[in-house]
């Protein structure tokens, strides 16, 4: 390799950037607190989890920025 020219920047690590996902324990407990929350209101344990996974997506993609 020639010393005189410049070397290539690396590649960045797509890794990097790739979104993590809530574990099930993290969905679990978000849920939980949610229909703790709720009471005897209306709602679902299906909608609390999804709505804790809505919840914890947007919570990680707030922190990659």
Do not use: V
């Not at 020219?5 to 890794?15: T, V």
């Not at 989890?49 to 993609?61: N, S």
Request: proline share 12%.
């Amino acid at each position: 390799m020639n010393p005189a020219l410049p070397r290539a920047a690396p590649a960045a690590d797509p890794l990097e950037k790739r979104p993590t996902l809530p574990t099930r324990e993290e969905i679990a407990l978000r849920a939980w607190q949610l229909s703790q929350a709720r009471g005897d209101g209306p709602g679902s344990p299906e909608e609390d989890w999804l709505q804790a996974e809505r919840e914890l997506r947007l919570r990680d993609a707030l922190r990659r920025r």
